[in-house]
């Protein structure tokens, strides 16, 4: 039977990130897709114009009418804009039990729009992240989930362990926002792994850390370890990033 996985995300119009950017890995990786949209975005590879999130009773029946057909193998969260999206996406999938859930917490684009509210933050913590197999901050997101500034790979790893402590599973901190190679900071409440990988200098990318955290989602949908499935996903980002090529005037998207 085939592999199904869910993004509840933001919508990115012209498919470098979000909901477009996940559904596309997933297939690329053999997996059944399916998307809620969480938000809305005006946006091109240029950057976001406009954001809207979709009114909550629209999202919350959109997840009990899905989540009560279909089963589940993986779920990723990406774009939720507010604490009342992140209230309703939790409830939604503790009352359907799903499992595999990776949140990658979404807090600014590439371009630099700020995606989710600051109040929300703390609904993002005590909701979502204590629920989560795997969350998947970058640098940035690392330093306000885990209070702390995220400047070097100590820092990284320090904020693994800090982030950890509020209730994940797993924590995987990507590093393409520090300095030096590409390395990613994995922690599995016991030790930090480090995943190397070589910078790909001259690309202004759009969509990475979702294509990323959506590879993972797909890997664990096929029932991967979590650390398989971050190797795999890692070098599967590797290789798009060498072969993105720009669609628009703005940033590569990946896929």
């Known amino acids: 039977m085939i592999k199904v996985a869910l993004t509840i995300a933001g919508s990115d119009p012209s498919g470098g990130a979000g909901l477009q950017a996940d559904v596309k890995v997933f297939t690329v990786f053999g997996v059944y897709g399916m998307a809620v949209p969480a938000a809305l975005t005006v946006q091109n590879t240029q950057g976001v114009e406009a954001v809207k999130a979709v009114p909550p009773a629209f999202l919350q029946r959109q997840l009990d009418v899905l989540l009560s ?43 630099g729009r700020r995606l989710l509210k600051k109040n929300a933050v703390e609904a993002l913590v005590k909701e979502l992240l204590p629920m989560a197999d795997l969350v998947t901050p970058n640098a940035d997101e690392a330093g306000v989930l885990a209070g702390m500034e995220v400047e070097t790979y100590e820092d990284a790893e320090e904020a693994a362990r800090r982030i950890h402590a509020l209730g994940p599973r797993f924590v995987l901190i990507k590093g393409g926002h520090l300095g030096g190679d590409a390395v990613d900071f994995f922690y599995n409440g016991v030790e930090v792994f480090r995943y190397p990988g070589r910078r790909i200098q001259n690309k202004k990318l759009h969509g990475a850390g979702c294509v990323f955290s959506a590879a993972i989602t797909a890997g664990l949908a096929k029932e991967m370890s979590v650390m398989e499935a971050i190797a795999v996903a890692k070098r599967f980002v590797t290789g798009a990033i060498k072969k993105a090529a720009p669609v628009g005037k703005g940033r590569t998207p990946l896929v």
Do not use: F, Q, Y
């Not at 089963?71 to 507010?82: E, F, I, P, Y």
């Not at 503790?94 to 595999?100: C, F, P, S, T």
């Open 69 to 111: 057909d279909i089963s589940v193998d993986a779920v990723k969260t990406g774009m939720l804009m507010n604490a009342r999206t992140i209230e309703i996406v939790a409830s939604a999938l503790r009352k359907h039990g799903v499992k595999n859930l990776v949140v990658d917490p979404v807090m600014v684009s590439s371009s």
